[in-house]
């Protein structure tokens, strides 16, 4: 390579890095950070997907932040919430350095490759973010290209890592504070005491704002509620033991998030319930996300690789108090349930 296009690249290295680092400067939003490193180092380095994965307090999942560039490409919605274990996120934290993998189609190392694959993603960089020697997060590219990346390209994301962590150490801090209280310490999702801080619309919008949940609502007239639950969950406990029920419940949590993208208002609502809120969604659009779940607990199955069966009630009406929707949704989850069971019954006895 000619000395003279080193010095160029070098050069257009260093404006982005500086420009990016004066964009920054006073930010402790993620989403403002993660646009400047879209729009000061995309032009060096293409991708489809740029994120920062944040690890809560207790360090068991992260809050993750992501934009694409490119046109048509799902992707985790800002606010989201990812569970480390059996994850590269996991690998990251423990190893303390990069892991790259830019074949996912012939190879699934961690548990969310799979998805990731589904979503025609093929090369991925995970590069961990720093503060006082250890690491607090994770910033990652993908490209829906595999062998995309460059040493250099690499490097420069490194680079780029190193950078910003001080600014999103500083946001990390200040979404530990509104975490603490408001999510389940198994799966990551929100508990039972952040459903009842919803009652009302207005409620709704500031709980979003609150969590950084993106949104464009300026009027909430519909609400769809999902009602989870496993199938014969206490049996799966007393036949293999409670630490195996509390993996397949991070597992299914898992696949709620990759089977409803955009729609992060994920609860558990005690045991093995989960409830999905999903504002100004149709009756249609509410039951489409239901079968997809069904069929990716069945497809994609737990952290054991076993098929999981669950039962959903689906209600959607327009907007009254959230409390009266849970509990249509929690009644059409058990007519559901009974009348599975009820077919089984008959198929056994005949």
């Known amino acids: 390579m000619p000395e003279k296009f080193k010095l160029e690249q070098e050069v257009k290295r260093l404006r982005a890095i500086n420009q990016l680092l004066y964009a920054t400067r006073d930010s402790q939003n993620i989403l403002e950070i993660l646009t400047a490193v879209r729009d000061q180092i995309h032009p060096l380095v293409t991708f489809d997907r740029i994120g920062f994965l944040i690890a809560e307090p207790k360090g068991k999942y992260c809050i993750v932040h992501e934009l694409v560039t490119k046109n048509g490409l799902p992707c985790s919605s800002p606010g989201d919430i990812m ?14 350095r990069t892991h790259i993998n830019q074949n996912l189609a012939a190879k699934h190392e961690f548990l969310e490759d799979p998805f990731l694959f589904e979503q025609s993603i ?6 961990p973010l720093f503060k006082s020697g250890h690491v607090f997060g994770i910033m990652t590219i993908k490209s829906t290209k595999k062998n995309h990346f460059s040493k250099e390209n690499i490097a420069l994301l490194e680079d780029v890592a190193i950078h910003l962590s001080s600014s999103l150490y500083i946001s990390k801090l200040v ?3 509104k975490l603490q209280a408001t999510t389940d310490g198994l799966t990551g999702v929100f508990n039972r005491h952040a459903l009842r801080m919803i009652h009302n619309r207005e409620s709704l919008i500031t709980f979003m704002d609150t ?5 464009q609502f300026h009027q909430i007239d519909t609400a769809a509620v999902l009602m ?7 049996l ?4 293999y033991g409670h630490d195996q029920g509390d ?11 990759y089977a409803t993208p955009g729609h992060q208002l994920i609860f558990r609502y005690g045991g093995d319930e989960f409830v999905i809120l999903l ?30 069966s669950v039962s959903i009630g689906v209600t959607c009406a327009p907007w009254e108090e959230l409390a009266s929707l849970v509990h249509l949704a929690d009644q059409a989850m058990y007519v559901q349930k009974k009348r599975r069971h009820t077919v089984t019954s008959e198929l056994e006895f005949s």
Do not use: C
């Not at 994850?87 to 303390?96: D, G, H, K, M, N």
């Not at 799966?236 to 036949?239: A, G, I, L, S, V």
């Not at 993996?247 to 998030?257: D, F, G, N, P």
């Open 83 to 96: 569970p480390i274990e059996h994850t590269a996120i996991e690998w990251s934290f423990r190893e303390q």
């Open 122 to 127: 093929q090369s991925i960089i995970r590069i």
């Open 175 to 177: 979404m530990d504070l």
């Open 211 to 215: 969590f950084v949940i993106e949104h």
């Open 228 to 234: 989870i639950d496993i199938d014969d969950f206490k």
């Open 236 to 239: 799966y406990n007393d036949t």
């Open 247 to 257: 993996q397949r419940l991070v597992a299914l949590t898992q696949i709620l998030r």
């Open 279 to 308: 504002p100004n969604v149709t009756q249609l659009e509410a039951h489409n996300i239901a079968t997809k779940i069904h069929q990716s607990t069945l497809k994609l199955g737990d952290h054991r690789g076993e098929a999981v």
